[in-house]
């Protein structure tokens, strides 16, 4: 009896959590008519209506944005790993002067409100001419993921035992190469964790793209999105059919994203 | 911990951080800081006037009454907004992690769980849109089960009294399944040992509860209370996708507001202003954040 209980609870909750999920597949195979008249139900009536990721993906572009989308997400990774790594390196293993000042000043830029810094940002990269570029796109982006990376970078070098960098040492590898060859393939379990958190981030990135692009062969997915729904009065369906592929490569990095995902939002709190 | 012979090793592997960090981060908060003063309107920054504090009356003393209606009809909106969350997505998260702890198929339920979070983004905000429209989901699922007087004839975030209520239960989807996972991840990692150490005592439900179980969940508790306020005090995407702030600035948040003030009405010292002042107040509730990024460097 109570495990019955349990379960429905739980079945409930998995529902409200799938459901927007179905309500996006199913508006986006039904006719354009379907979906106007009949918003309320998931399920299209008649045969599903594939057209329309056809005309969403060719005539809107959309496999452009998929283009600019899976560039700026992988540089930033890219960079995100790279330097922060490599900050982390330094404060885990030496001891140096203004250590602990570049380390909370980094931490503090966490606090800082995405809007507040946005006019002055857009006219920067604006004057280094970065507008409508990747460069300008990916940039702040990199900083922006800064303090919870390097914070997390910084935690998981500490716990790499010092030994092996003696050991190192004695064999005669400079920090670079021990860096580069012990303790960044090390931590990949942490580069996992801010990898994945730092695709769904730029990869969902709307406030920054929207104010330093604005022409349209440079738009990201979201944008593309938004223009789907500045251009088409309602057409859910269409507007569906984008946002499905918007969401599916997050889905199908999805089965692997979970654990890496709670190992790096528990590092944090749990082992407090 | 060691101390190079090179002295210059250590900051050799800061620079690539630093010097991103003083041409993306620190030229922006400074010019920040210095426009909250100015008045000026974008493009030529010689057209830019020095004014003081002037943009800061004008929406925290009502020097222009508009704009400070609207400031703390926003701010009021951020604060509602985490309040909802911390009171309503907290129960819920502890419960359905215990439900969930001694499951068979948690790890199933976990991974639909996980949906929300990850795929939490424009493309969801439309989703909700959709099932918000007049004749949408929500309205049709009241109207099926006779709850009548609870659907909105222009949608619910078509109307101004119920459209901070759409984009709260929007917040609390996105929201609950980090905290139930922080509160699963935690209650899973309490040693069993424990327990059964306190059983052998002679302890009570209540006491083991009290005693064991409290002690470890209240720190993911104070995480989760600091994500979620401060999550609610940088909301923009959900806000801007959804309502646009509308109708009538009913569901106004201070990021809109930002956004609105600077790259529509382009009065950017004034946008600078608030942002900085939203700055400080968030910037209060997350010094305890910083406290759990310490770290032993």
Same mark, same amino acid.
């Not at chain 1, 966490?110 to 006219?123: A, E, K, M, S």
């Not at chain 2, 009065?267 to 600078?272: E, I, N, T």
């Given at each position: ?272 | ?137 929500? =309205?049709?699922? +009241?109207? &099926?089960?006779?709850?009548? %007087?609870?659907?909105?004839? *222009? !949608?619910?975030? @078509? #109307? $101004? ?68 306020? =401060?999550?609610? +005090?940088? &909301?923009?995407?959900?806000? %801007?996708?959804?309502?646009? *702030? !509308?109708?009538? @600035? #009913? $569901? ?23 942002g900085w002042v939203s700055f400080l107040i968030t910037g209060a509730i997350a010094m305890f954040s910083i406290r759990s990024f310490k770290v032993d460097i």
């Amino acid at each position: 009896m109570v495990k019955t209980i349990k379960h429905i609870i739980l079945v409930l909750y998995g529902l409200t959590c799938v459901y927007p999920f179905l309500w996006m597949i199913g508006t986006s195979l039904k006719t354009s008519q379907d979906a106007l008249a009949n918003p309320q139900s998931p399920i299209p009536k008649g045969a599903p209506e594939w057209s329309t990721f056809a005309e969403v993906w060719n005539k809107l572009n959309f496999y452009r944005f998929f283009v600019n989308s899976v560039v700026v997400s992988i540089i930033v990774i890219i960079g995100v790993v790279l330097i922060y790594t490599m900050m982390a390196y330094s404060f885990a293993k030496f001891r140096f002067k203004g250590k602990k000042f570049v380390y909370y000043t980094f931490i503090a830029l966490l606090l800082v409100p995405g809007v507040t810094t946005l006019i002055p940002l857009y006219i920067n990269m604006t004057n280094l001419g970065l507008q409508n570029t990747y460069v300008g796109m990916i940039l702040p982006m990199i900083n922006g993921a800064a303090p919870f990376a390097i914070f997390l970078f910084t935690s998981y070098f500490r716990t790499i035992s010092h030994e092996l960098y003696e050991c190192a040492v004695l064999d005669g590898c400079g920090n670079f190469k021990i860096y580069w060859r012990i303790y960044l393939p090390l931590a990949l379990p942490a580069i996992g964790t801010i990898a994945i958190l730092n695709f769904i981030g730029s990869w969902n990135n709307i406030l920054w793209p929207m104010i330093i692009v604005d022409k349209q062969e440079m738009f990201t997915l979201p944008m593309g999105l938004m223009y789907l729904d500045s251009s088409s009065f309602k057409k859910w369906n269409e507007l569906m059919a984008g946002a499905l592929i918007t969401v599916i490569p997050i889905l199908i990095a999805f089965p692997f994203m979970q654990k890496m995902y709670v190992k790096g939002m528990t590092v944090g709190s749990v082992k407090m | 911990m060691i101390t190079t012979r090179n002295k210059w090793v250590p900051y050799l592997f800061l620079l690539p951080g630093v010097l991103l960090f003083l041409a993306v981060g620190v030229y922006s908060v400074g010019f920040s800081i210095m426009l909250s003063f100015y008045n000026w309107s974008g493009i030529d920054f010689s057209t830019a006037r020095f004014e003081g504090l002037a943009n800061f009356r004008q929406f925290l003393l009502g020097d222009d009454p508009i704009v400070t209606q609207n400031f703390y009809n926003s701010l009021l909106h951020n604060v509602l907004i985490g309040a909802a969350q911390v009171v309503i997505v907290i129960p819920i998260a502890i419960v359905l992690a215990f439900v969930l702890q001694n499951t068979k198929m948690a790890s199933l339920y976990r991974t639909v769980y996980f949906l929300p979070m990850i795929a939490s983004g424009v493309a969801i905000f439309y989703v909700w849109k959709g099932l918000f429209e007049p004749t949408g989901a929500f =309205n049709s699922l +009241f109207h &099926a089960i006779g709850l009548d %007087f609870l659907t909105v004839p *222009g !949608g619910m975030l @078509g #109307s $101004s009294s119920t459209s901070l209520i759409g984009i709260i239960i929007t917040s609390i989807w996105g929201g609950l399944p980090g905290t139930l996972i922080l509160y699963y991840a935690g209650l899973t990692s309490i040693d069993p040992t424990l327990y059964e150490a306190a059983d052998v005592d002679g302890a009570s439900k209540l006491t083991m509860i009290t005693k064991i179980t409290w002690p470890l969940l209240k720190p993911i508790t104070l995480i989760a209370v600091i994500q979620m306020v =401060n999550g609610a +005090f940088q &909301a923009f995407e959900n806000v %801007f996708i959804m309502t646009g *702030g !509308g109708p009538s @600035g #009913s $569901s106004e948040v201070i990021g809109t507001l930002v956004y609105r003030t600077a790259f529509l009405n382009n009065d950017y010292g004034l946008a600078s202003a608030i942002g900085w002042v939203s700055f400080l107040i968030t910037g209060a509730i997350a010094m305890f954040s910083i406290r759990s990024f310490k770290v032993d460097i």
